[in-house]
């Protein structure tokens, strides 16, 4: 389970984030859902870019229940 605690120092503020230590760097993230998701250079992924709109929201739920390392968390 994330923990908002174990945030990626590059999350943007908001309800979603990446717990750095559970993410396994897989990237998949990154290329399923750019608009909300990168890949930090230095290893793993974060949320660039908070969910506006329902359709960004259900990316980054979507993003949730596809990442194999259960690593996005949702603080709200």
Not at 9 to 18: A, D, H, I, Q, S
Not at 31 to 39: G, Q, V
Request: proline share 8%; hydrophobic share 30%; net charge negative.
């Amino acid at each position: 389970m994330p923990d908002p605690n174990k945030k990626n120092e590059l999350n943007v503020p908001g309800k979603y984030y990446v717990d750095k230590e559970l993410c396994i760097d897989c990237d998949q993230c990154s290329r399923d859902m750019p608009n909300h998701f990168k890949r930090n250079e230095a290893g793993g992924s974060y949320v660039w870019k908070q969910p506006v709109t329902t359709a960004e929201i259900a990316e980054c739920e979507e993003a949730i229940v596809r990442c194999p390392a259960e690593a996005i968390g949702n603080n709200g």
